[in-house]
């Protein structure tokens, strides 16, 4: 049985097995999106740790009869059944696989025990994507094969956060469908990153992107530590038709002994734009790839790697669709609203001859 | 933030321009008698049109501009929710108010008389605008065939022997009346258009920002652009005359000395020659152009100078033996526009609202060249015409002993200039010496002193109690006056002086030194890769946007002459920043963003 997928051969019939998130990278790869190479542990991997030791039915047991409007049972639950995870016994052949993948993604890089990012992509039996914003764990800059074999199991154990637990409840998912793929992707060091939307969210207008962008890694954008700067593209003219520019005091690092850290911006970075217009667009031309490969308005995830060319230097982290004004539909407010209403009204009843 | 701006009442006459008021209309200047409506208004000042002082003659214009938009809005169109814009001199400033339709079902009873009148209008179009051309041309060879005749010592004898009846005073009498006729009519054709053109305009904008929220203006704008219209066309001659030179080997002629000197250079000569008969038939129309906005008597007018074409010649030729290309991008701009609409369509998936979007484009782009066409026989060839012949006027006045100079003419008002020709008259034909010869001198000294006094003033730009919205067409499209404009106006520039925000009108990112300047003759100061600061800019400075590297205005909104210009020029601008040319110092470098309307003092 296969444990690995990776997402430059990525097969989509493997999807439900990934979860949505390193399906979703598996997509864009094949689309040949600038999406840094990885590959997935398959959710069926974990399935089976737990079946092989019998660990399905205890943690099915923990979780079910667990009242999810109590904190304290929640919690405590939880606690067990990530101990319970984290103590799995993992099959030499699924270690074997982890460890061979790892190595081969870092001859890919040419560079040995390659920094990666390891990330949760939860799923569920009827539910192929089932994880949520900040549900699950992800781990940054990990290096080396023990290491990572460490977070993935740290990534399947936060299955069992608390929040984790409630969710699944609140949404009805069955507990014992419940699964994580992880996906272990080469990391980036960005310069600058954050994210995108394919609309502009306050309002909904399809004709721009909107950017936020911060010094360093995302994950400060992504987390709200920092306030972002905010840039609004237009898709049509491809120029920037609005720009906000913040004072951005803290970002995330790696330092010289790569240790992963979070800084204070130096003062002379904090209120300079942390785009170019140029990178700007670039970051809009790739959010409006990922829109056009989905059909749909997307929420893209991007860094910005300065070691690349320019026009090649954004990468797409992440890209799942926009849920919030995709589900409402299209209207213009013009008649109504507008003091020229009376020129509408002739221009609708009278067009040019 | 303050609720109003000043009242009018508040404002206090400089020193030294005691009785100014009396140099304008009676009913063109704020009062007692009105006071409760004009204190209790909306006023602001048009720097689109009058940056400066307006002397008292140069007031008939405007008064017939004015009147001419009101009564197409109230008595022609019964445009629903906008009557008039009202018109105020203070100080020699002219402030506008324009007068919207405050009831809801006031507004939806006009509606039906408006679809039966506009809707005429809209749906024969091409038919009347076909006829507005030549009507104005005649009006204009009317306005040139003009004649302002001193009277004779002795009537001919013909007067006699024709049995015609009448004198020639009657003659110089009707003349001036005539003169004012057809200044009042060609303003009558000015209008006949351009209402519906600004509503069909607006129509379009309002719907665009419907459909997409966060679209920038000049989005909306380009869509349609790249229309060839006749504003450009003098600047085309020069080109013209720019490769004309080259090709024949006169460069050298073309760009040495006066305009005049090189004129005499060029004689002779069969290239010469060829190339001057060139330049003579470039000039009618095309040099009928002012520097200015053509509401002033002081604006230069190309053909009255000839050094500014042939300055802008020079540059040209110059820039063509640098080979450079001298085509304005029409095709490319052309082609941005087809994708433009191309691809904001193709995001509407209603099939309703696309068909109402093509609908709207397509009438958008029918009135556009009248928007822009009628400026050039209005404003620039019917205006450099009734300044010419007023000063025929004012000399007339001068060889009598009337005036210093014919220009002395602008300051009277025009009901006081039939006054002073009666005078004229009068002491012509009882065989006695005018009053005039020693009244006016002394009353000119008088009020070119009030004039001097008034330019010292620096007007607010608006005054009296804004209204919630403005939906008067042109105060929005054309003065750039919107709703948010005076919100800004209210808050006042004092929250960060390095830096401004205006209409973004033409798209891209320049940086550069500052140029200020305040009227056409500082734009030959203007250095390569400069950025252009000033109160507002002409069409026929469009020679220098090949070499400067950016536009900053005081006023003006995303329709105004300067905006468009530099669209058609892709040169990135920001109109209507209120407080540039005030803010901003020459040499100063900026960063101007035409995508966003912001423009920021970088040191």
Redesign the interface.
């Known amino acids: 049985m296969s444990t690995i997928e990776w997402f430059h051969t990525y097969d989509p019939r493997r999807a439900p097995d990934m979860g949505g998130k390193n399906a979703s990278l598996g997509t864009l790869t094949l689309a040949e999106m600038p999406v840094p190479p990885g590959f997935a542990i398959l959710a069926s991997a974990y399935r089976k740790v737990l079946a092989d030791g019998g660990l399905d039915t205890a943690l099915h047991d923990i979780v079910s009869v667990v009242d999810p409007r109590d904190a304290d049972q929640v919690a405590n639950a939880g606690r067990r059944a990530r101990e319970l995870v984290i103590g799995a016994e993992l099959p030499q052949s699924l270690s074997d696989d982890i460890v061979d993948a790892y190595e081969e993604l870092s001859r890919r890089c040419v560079t040995p025990d390659i920094a990666v990012a390891v990330r949760s992509s939860a799923t569920c039996e009827d539910q192929p994507d089932a994880s949520f914003a900040g549900g699950h764990d992800t781990y940054l800059w990990i290096r080396g094969a023990a290491e990572v074999i460490a977070h993935v199991r740290r990534c399947w154990s936060s299955l069992y956060t608390d929040r984790a637990i409630c969710y699944r409840r609140e949404m009805g998912y069955v507990e014992l469908g419940a699964a994580m793929s992880v996906g272990v992707q080469k990391m980036v060091l960005p310069r600058t990153s954050g994210v995108a939307f394919t609309l502009?969210p306050?309002?909904?207008?399809?004709?721009?992107v909107a950017v936020e962008a911060s010094w360093g890694l995302g994950e400060a954008v992504v987390a709200g530590a920092v306030t972002p700067d905010n840039f609004?593209v237009?898709?049509?003219?491809r120029?920037?038709?609005?720009?906000t520019v913040a004072t951005k005091t803290i970002q995330h690092r790696v330092s010289a002994d790569g240790i992963l850290e979070e800084v204070e911006v130096e003062p002379d970075r904090r209120q300079a734009p942390s785009l170019t217009?140029d990178e700007l667009r670039t970051v809009a031309a790739l959010a409006l790839r990922a829109e056009k490969h989905y059909g749909c308005p997307q929420d893209v995830e991007w860094a910005l790697d300065d070691h690349l060319p320019p026009g090649e230097n954004v990468l797409l982290l992440q890209s799942r669709p926009e849920t919030v004004w995709s589900r409402k539909p299209?209207v213009?407010?013009?008649?109504a609203?507008?003091?020229?209403s009376?020129?509408?009204?002739?221009?609708?009843?009278?067009?040019?001859? | 933030m303050a609720d109003r701006f000043p009242s009018p009442f508040d404002m206090e006459t400089p020193p030294g321009a005691e009785g100014w008021e009396q140099l304008y209309a009676y009913s063109s200047v704020f009062s007692e008698d009105r006071r409760t409506y004009e204190d209790g208004t909306f006023w602001f000042m048009d720097g689109v049109h009058t940056p400066e002082v307006v002397p008292p003659w140069d007031a008939t214009i405007l008064e017939f501009a004015l009147i001419g938009l009101s009564q197409y809005n109230t008595r022609h169109y019964v445009i629903p929710p906008a009557k008039g814009v009202d018109v105020r001199f203070l100080n020699g400033y002219m402030y506008l108010s324009p007068v919207g339709v405050a009831d809801p079902a006031e507004i939806e009873a006009r509606v039906p008389e408006f679809m039966e009148r506009a809707g005429f209008y809209f749906q024969n179009w091409q038919r009347l605008y076909d006829a507005w051309l030549p009507k104005v041309r005649t009006l204009i060879g009317e306005l040139e065939a003009i004649e302002f005749t001193p009277l004779p010592d002795r009537e001919a004898m013909a007067v006699l022997t024709e049995g015609r009846g009448t004198g020639s005073a009657l003659d110089l009498l009707s003349t001036y009346n005539r003169l004012i006729d057809l200044t009042m009519k060609l303003w009558h054709y000015h209008f006949e258009f351009l209402n519906l053109g600004y509503a069909a305009y607006l129509d379009f904008f309002g719907f665009c920002k419907g459909l997409f929220p966060s679209i920038p203006d000049q989005a909306i704008a380009k869509m349609v652009a790249g229309i060839h219209v006749d504003l450009f066309q003098p600047d085309e001659e020069l080109k013209k005359l720019a490769l004309l030179a080259l090709e024949l080997g006169v460069a050298d002629h073309v760009s040495t000395g006066t305009a005049a000197e090189a004129v005499a250079s060029l004689r002779g000569s069969d290239a010469g020659e060829t190339w001057l008969a060139a330049w003579e038939t470039a000039k009618q129309p095309w040099f009928n152009f002012s520097a200015g906005s053509g509401f002033y008597h002081s604006d230069k007018v190309w053909l009255e100078n000839l050094d500014i074409p042939m300055g802008f010649i020079r540059g040209y030729i110059a820039k063509a033996a640098r080979d450079e290309s001298l085509e304005r991008p029409m095709a490319a701009v052309a082609a941005e526009r087809d994708r433009i609409v191309a691809e904001y369509a193709a995001l509407i998936d209603d099939p309703e609202n696309k068909a109402m979007f093509e609908g709207k484009l397509g009438l958008a782009r029918t009135v556009f060249p009248y928007v822009e066409n009628h400026n050039f026989y209005v404003e620039h060839w019917g205006h450099s015409i009734i300044w010419r012949k007023m000063r025929d006027l004012g000399g007339l006045f001068v060889k009598e002993g009337f005036f210093a100079d014919a220009d002395d003419i602008f300051l009277l008002g025009r009901n006081e200039v039939p006054v002073a020709l009666f005078d004229m008259y009068h002491g012509w034909a009882v065989g006695i010496e005018s009053r005039g010869p020693s009244y006016w001198p002394r009353e000119i000294t008088r009020r070119h002193g009030i004039m001097k006094a008034l330019r010292n003033w620096s007007p607010p730009p608006a005054l009296g109690v804004p209204p919630e919205v403005i939906t008067e067409p042109f105060t929005v499209m054309l003065w750039g006056v919107t709703s948010e404009s005076v919100k800004q106006w209210l808050g006042g520039s004092d929250d960060d002086p390095n830096h401004l925000h205006g209409f973004a009108a033409s798209p891209g990112l320049a940086e550069g030194p500052a140029r200020v300047i305040f009227s056409a003759d500082g734009i030959a100061d203007l250095l390569e890769g400069e950025i252009l600061v000033a109160p507002l800019t002409a069409p026929s400075w469009a020679p220098v946007f090949g070499k400067i590297a950016a536009t900053v205005t005081d006023v003006g909104g995303i329709m105004s002459h300067a905006a468009i210009v530099c669209r058609e020029y892709g040169l990135p601008a920001v109109t209507g920043t209120a407080y540039g040319t005030k803010n901003i110092k020459t040499g100063q470098r900026l960063r101007v963003d035409g995508n966003t309307g912001d423009v920021t003092i970088l040191d």
């Not at chain 1, 306050?202 to 721009?208: E, H, I, K, L």
């Open positions: 502009d306050s309002n909904g207008d399809r004709s721009q609004l237009d898709k049509v003219l120029e920037v038709t609005r720009r217009d299209r213009s407010s013009y008649h609203a507008s003091p020229l009376y020129m509408h009204r002739i221009t609708a009843a009278q067009p040019l001859s």
